[in-house]
């Protein structure tokens, strides 16, 4: 997937890329039903593996919060994933221990703040992706000691496995616009009701700045009546999506569309044996 805006269309279906960072994407989808970018938005939610810490060995805790409060921020933490691994969730070794298995480990005495940056790990391409999160403030003598554990994981095992956040789509929105019932008047009460950057004026003459935004511009449709309509169409949708930095936005929707793929060939294998 191209890293700055492009198109491709394969049979009928169209996808433009609008924006792609490593934490965000965006991209038009046309040519299909609401129920196909609904499979993906599900995909990408709670289908998409991650590590993520799942054991924490407390040695030595005097701060004010709990070991299971603590766990639960720790296991919380995003860290880096390798895309190639994706596949290792739930493969385990001889002794029945995950394949792929991150430790690290944290000492850390007070007065300070405990930051995700102080997990150390065995392999330092694991360090935490931020390592700016707040865990806990050490008072004076306080101590924290302990190890933890990461394994891949998925989000309908728990949250803290889930790679995409703010994951969502909406029907493309369209506008029509009939210049000749316009009142200047009531356009610039449009222009000027309507949130700053989406719609403008040209002399006497409504303009349309932000097409994939006009329908925030419901504003327009009540100053001006039948000359300027909202519409949106069913089969082109704006897709967009965020993760939390343990894996690329590229990556997190690779791995999305293949196992939708691996899902529709399992399904068309078992329909031809019926």
């Given at each position: 997937?191209?890293?700055?805006?492009?198109?491709?269309?394969?049979?009928?279906?169209?996808?433009?890329?609008?924006?792609?960072?490593?934490?965000?994407?965006?991209?038009?989808?046309?040519?299909?039903?609401?129920?196909?970018?609904?499979?993906?938005?599900?995909?990408?939610?709670?289908?998409?593996?991650?590590?993520?810490?799942?054991?924490?060995?407390?040695?030595?805790?005097?701060?004010?919060?709990?070991?299971?409060?603590?766990?639960?921020?720790?296991?919380?933490?995003?860290?880096?994933?390798?895309?190639?691994?994706?596949?290792?969730?739930?493969?385990?070794?001889?002794?029945?221990?995950?394949?792929?298995?991150?430790?690290?480990?944290?000492?850390?005495?007070?007065?300070?703040?405990?930051?995700?940056?102080?997990?150390?790990?065995?392999?330092?391409?694991?360090?935490?992706?931020?390592?700016?999160?707040?865990?806990?403030?050490?008072?004076?003598?306080?101590?924290?000691?302990?190890?933890?554990?990461?394994?891949?994981?998925?989000?309908?095992?728990?949250?803290?496995?889930?790679?995409?956040?703010?994951?969502?789509?909406?029907?493309?929105?369209?506008?029509?616009?009939?210049?000749?019932?316009?009142?200047?008047?009531?356009?610039?009460?449009?222009?000027?009701?309507?949130?700053?950057?989406?719609?403008?004026?040209?002399?006497?003459k409504l303009v349309i700045l932000k097409p994939d935004e006009v329908n925030k511009a419901d504003e327009a449709e009540k100053q001006l009546g039948d000359a300027f309509k909202i519409h949106y169409d069913d089969r082109?949708?704006?897709?967009?999506?965020?993760?939390?930095?343990?894996?690329?936005?590229?990556?997190?929707?690779?791995?999305?569309?293949?196992?939708?793929?691996?899902?529709?060939?399992?399904?068309?294998?078992?329909?031809?044996?019926?």
């Amino acid at each position: 997937m191209a890293a700055a805006a492009g198109a491709s269309e394969v049979l009928g279906l169209k996808i433009e890329i609008r924006q792609v960072t490593p934490t965000a994407c965006s991209f038009v989808v046309d040519g299909v039903h609401p129920y196909f970018v609904n499979a993906l938005r599900r995909t990408l939610i709670a289908e998409v593996p991650k590590l993520a810490i799942d054991k924490v060995t407390f040695y030595d805790n005097t701060s004010a919060l709990f070991d299971e409060i603590l766990a639960h921020r720790i296991g919380l933490l995003p860290i880096p994933t390798d895309p190639s691994m994706l596949n290792m969730k739930g493969q385990v070794d001889a002794e029945g221990r995950p394949t792929l298995l991150v430790r690290y480990t944290l000492t850390k005495e007070g007065p300070c703040t405990v930051y995700s940056g102080d997990l150390e790990p065995e392999d330092k391409s694991y360090a935490i992706v931020d390592a700016k999160i707040p865990l806990v403030e050490l008072l004076k003598d306080q101590r924290l000691i302990l190890e933890a554990e990461a394994i891949l994981g998925d989000g309908t095992q728990h949250a803290k496995w889930q790679v995409c956040q703010a994951v969502g789509y909406k029907y493309f929105p369209t506008a029509t616009m009939d210049a000749k019932k316009m009142k200047p008047e009531a356009v610039k009460l449009a222009v000027e009701r309507s949130p700053a950057g989406i719609l403008s004026m040209d002399g006497s003459k409504l303009v349309i700045l932000k097409p994939d935004e006009v329908n925030k511009a419901d504003e327009a449709e009540k100053q001006l009546g039948d000359a300027f309509k909202i519409h949106y169409d069913d089969r082109k949708f704006l897709f967009t999506f965020e993760t939390d930095g343990s894996l690329k936005a590229e990556d997190a929707l690779l791995k999305a569309v293949d196992l939708l793929k691996e899902r529709f060939v399992r399904f068309q294998e078992a329909a031809a044996d019926i």
